[in-house]
């Protein structure tokens, strides 16, 4: 490879957060950030799968920091980004993971069960890119925000799949990232998101042992579901030199099942 071409894609001396990093989906980002030469804040609910996940990283010679909060929480942002900017003294990429689901049909959906899905899949990624644009991106006017959304947020779901609150968050997390994106662009802000399909995770392990893999496959135009390094090159395009021209968008990796007319 080219050095010009290699240095589009670094992050040597960069520095990203990931909420929810300690596992799945977020730390196969994280693990991507730090391969390409970032200094990684992991964040989650529980400490030991943080020291766990950390473990990993350090494995790989990523030098990487924990810092347990729940998302949830108002004050959860505030407490995390100035735990980065201790740690590290920047904060050059935010990785707004972090995320929850609850299956009940929409006429018996609890309210808390709402609030909930809510308030960790759209309330955080809003108090989590403020703490981050005022401590640090706007400031110094330079960041990189990537949300993690869903293709349930591009549409509704199967009937047998009821899921009315995850996908109204996700709908919100997508046009977050455009609002955010159209205002923080004078900044030198990109705000991004991306839009998973069906990954094997614990958010999604129920449904794939219902429906089975195969039958999930067959409604995939390339016939697979998500692996452990899908994630990666969108992630590092999103948070890269490379993808410095790239602003308020929703990069689909699905398979191409969301393609499929009437899918």
Request: hydrophobic share 45%.
């Amino acid at each position: 490879m080219h050095d010009s071409l290699r240095q589009l894609f670094s992050l040597d001396g960069r520095v990203a957060l990931v909420t929810g990093g300690s596992r799945g989906l977020g730390l196969q980002m994280a693990t991507a950030l730090g391969d390409a030469g970032a200094k990684v804040m992991l964040s989650s609910r529980k400490a030991g799968d943080l020291e766990e996940a950390a473990a990993q990283l350090r494995a790989r010679g990523i030098e990487v920091r924990v810092v347990a909060a729940d998302a949830a929480d108002a004050c959860a942002a505030r407490d995390v980004v100035g735990a980065t900017l201790a740690a590290f003294g920047r904060l050059d990429v935010l990785v707004n993971n972090a995320g929850a689901t609850w299956g009940a049909p929409a006429e018996d959906h609890p309210l808390d069960a709402w609030d909930k899905v809510m308030n960790l899949n759209a309330r955080s990624l809003f108090t989590f890119s403020q703490a981050a644009g005022r401590a640090w991106m706007i400031p110094n006017r330079s960041g990189r925000i990537i949300n993690v959304a869903s293709v349930a947020g591009l549409g509704g779901n199967p009937p047998a799949m009821t899921t009315v609150a995850y996908n109204t968050s996700k709908a919100a997390a997508i046009n977050f990232t455009r609002a955010l994106a159209c205002e923080w662009g004078k900044y030198g802000i990109n705000v991004n998101a991306i839009a998973p399909g069906f990954f094997p995770t614990k958010m999604t392990q129920g449904l794939l042992a219902e429906w089975g893999d195969e039958n999930v496959k067959k409604h995939s135009p390339l016939g697979r579901l998500g692996g452990d390094e899908d994630l990666k090159g969108a992630t590092l395009l999103l948070a890269t030199a490379a993808g410095q021209h790239i602003t308020g968008q929703v990069i689909v990796v699905d398979g191409g099942a969301s393609a499929i007319v009437g899918a």
